[in-house]
């Protein structure tokens, strides 16, 4: 069994920084890619970022490309989402998932794809 929980969230002015992270407990080594999605009320979850387990395959979803960035430690226990230049449309309830399925470099790009997923970190960017 994996575990997730996510840290880092909070209140931020347009145009700050957030850096997201997400510890992985239990059988970390189980697991392929990480992602982040991002949800806000009435709303399905919102590809953001992926990582494959070997770090160096990765995917954005266009609102956040050359802004976030996500990396994982070589342990596999941690993954990060680096949040720059925020915008108020960046607002809403972010989610790390872990996959276990696939391979080194595979790429989870919808919330179905993968197979854990933690409780949520709340990131609210005012203008």
């Known amino acids: 069994q994996v575990t997730l929980v996510e840290s880092g969230g909070g209140l931020v002015q347009a145009g700050g920084s957030l850096r997201l992270s997400c510890t992985v407990s239990?059988?970390?080594?189980?697991?392929?890619?990480m992602g982040w999605f991002r949800q806000v009320p009435g709303k399905a979850h919102l590809f953001v970022a992926a990582?494959?387990?070997?770090?160096?395959?990765?995917g954005y979803g266009d609102s956040v490309k050359g802004r976030f960035t996500i990396s994982r430690d070589n342990a596999k226990t941690s993954a990060y989402l680096q949040m720059n230049n925020l915008q108020p449309e960046d607002t809403g309830l972010y989610y790390c998932?872990?996959?276990?399925?696939?391979?080194?470099?595979?790429?989870?790009?919808?919330?179905?794809?993968?197979?854990?997923w933690g409780q949520g970190s709340q990131v609210t960017v005012s203008s």
């Open positions: 998932a872990a996959a276990r399925r696939g391979g080194y470099d595979y790429v989870g790009w919808g919330w179905s794809e993968y197979d854990y």
């Open positions: 990582v494959s387990w070997s770090g160096e395959s990765t």
């Open positions: 239990g059988d970390a080594y189980s697991t392929t890619a």
